[in-house]
């Protein structure tokens, strides 16, 4: 009775009824929990568009070192390995940093070194897909294309050179399609990403039975005292991080607003805001990763995780 009582009073309720999967929290939770591993393969089955049918994953060490100690650490949202052997590194890309494609091929070394084997060794290696779930946009040439698949290949003939390493990359903010316009499971993974957090119930569209269990396992009133605490300091590290990043955004555009207005053009303002706004962002992205990794540092969050939210390294945080 009492537990009870101290649970209720600790445990506020939301307004949103279904957690935010953009947090470390909620994305950990849906995904790279052995509970919930079916909502994990149905993703990326959907993702692959049925070329590679994965029937069953092991979640592996989502910490690495380098190949020396003083190697910089990686710490992965989820890793995982098929049936096969294939490594599936999971990551959901909050925010751009300046460095986010030097990052997710830094990554993509881990599972394939980790393939070495001791002693004599054909250096044959299963494949590497590396998943980034990105809340930003980073290709402005084509609004509509949102799912990139990225492979190497040879420049001259445009065929793939090699096929066992393959970087997807999905920018949720272009993906706006409403629920009676979803035409398969992928796009109907994409819209839960995207909207997960604003809804009120699951709506009809998606009736597939791994969607009632996404739903069961993201609604809030279901948490234990400890998974509430866990969301609830997850959630205000997202918040305070977007709030600086929006306020970044805004002084960038009064600035080049303020540029224009001043240079007295026509075609100023138009311009100016998307050169100023491209400019301010360049320059103050480095001042602006600092001032997110200070304020989380202030509120007594540990290193690690700053250095997860940030894209900065420990050492980095502790100079602060």
Request: glycine share 6%; proline share 2%.
């Given at each position: ?161 090699y096929d066992k390493l393959t970087f997807i990359y999905l920018e949720m903010p272009k993906f706006n399609k409403t ?127 700053i250095a997860k939210a940030t894209g900065l390294s420990e050492e980095e945080i502790g100079k602060l």
């Amino acid at each position: 009775m009492w537990r009870n009582q101290e649970k209720k009073k600790s445990m506020q309720p939301y307004r949103d009824r279904y957690l935010n999967p953009y947090t470390d929290f909620g994305f950990k939770k849906l995904f790279g929990t052995e509970v919930n591993k079916d909502l994990l393969i149905s993703f990326i089955n959907s993702l692959l568009h049925g070329r590679e049918k994965i029937k069953d994953l092991t979640y592996l060490n989502a910490e690495h070192l380098g190949v020396g100690e003083a190697d910089r650490k990686a710490i992965f949202d989820v890793y995982c390995e098929n049936e096969n052997g294939e490594k599936f590194l999971v990551e959901m890309q909050r925010g751009e940093q300046q460095y986010f494609k030097d990052r997710s091929l830094y990554y993509a070394t881990f599972p394939i070194r980790e393939q070495a084997h001791r002693g004599d060794w054909n250096y044959e290696l299963k494949c590497v897909y590396i998943i980034g779930i990105l809340n930003f946009c980073f290709d402005d040439t084509d609004p509509g294309e949102f799912h990139h698949e990225v492979q190497l290949l040879n420049n001259r003939t445009y065929n793939v050179f090699y096929d066992k390493l393959t970087f997807i990359y999905l920018e949720m903010p272009k993906f706006n399609k409403t629920e009676d316009q979803l035409e398969n499971l992928f796009e109907k993974w994409l819209f839960v990403l995207r909207n997960l957090s604003r809804l009120l119930e699951r709506p009809k569209a998606l009736q597939e039975r791994v969607f009632a269990k996404l739903f069961k396992a993201a609604e809030i009133a279901k948490f234990t005292k400890e998974e509430y605490d866990a969301y609830e300091e997850s959630l205000k590290v997202y918040r305070d991080w977007k709030n600086t990043i929006d306020t970044a955004v805004m002084k960038a555009v009064k600035k080049a607003t303020q540029k224009a207005r001043k240079e007295g053009l026509k075609e100023g303002l138009k311009e100016g805001r998307a050169e100023g706004l491209k400019e301010g962002l360049e320059e103050g992205r480095k001042e602006t990763t600092y001032a997110i990794a200070r304020q989380l540092k202030s509120e007594g969050l540990p290193a690690a995780t700053i250095a997860k939210a940030t894209g900065l390294s420990e050492e980095e945080i502790g100079k602060l």
